[in-house]
């Protein structure tokens, strides 16, 4: 069977007030939520079964897009994962494996995507 996953750079972003931040670079789309996994580990089994275009999804949103700085990961306000979605969902499950994840966020989007099989 051919894997299908999608091979699209994206980055998601935790903040440490409990936020998500996900961004597709090559479909020009960015989403936002506020303390709930559940839609990023929907975009991020998307990415994975190889339903890779969101032009049809909900939640686009131009204002959420961030550029990456140093200092306010470094300061603990952010939390930056990129590559391709098979990365990020390796590397959460790892730190969730590891009992090492940065904030409540991340623990929490992390077990969705273990609840999922992902």
Do not use: F, H
Request: hydrophobic fraction near 30%; proline fraction near 3%; aromatic fraction near 12%.
């Amino acid at each position: 069977m051919k894997n299908m996953a999608s091979k699209k750079q994206i980055a998601i972003i935790c903040d440490n007030g409990g936020g998500y931040t996900v961004m597709i670079y090559a479909s020009n789309y960015a989403y936002c939520n506020e303390g709930y996994p559940g839609p990023v580990a929907d975009i991020l089994e998307s990415l994975v079964t190889g339903d890779d275009d969101p032009s049809c999804w909900d939640g686009n949103n131009n204002d959420a897009w961030m550029g990456y700085n140093y200092q306010d990961e470094a300061n603990g306000g952010y939390r930056w994962y990129t590559g391709t979605a098979r990365q990020i969902i390796k590397r959460l499950k790892k730190e969730l494996r590891e009992e090492y994840c940065w904030g409540r966020n991340v623990e929490m989007l992390a077990k969705e995507l273990k609840d999922r099989g992902l």
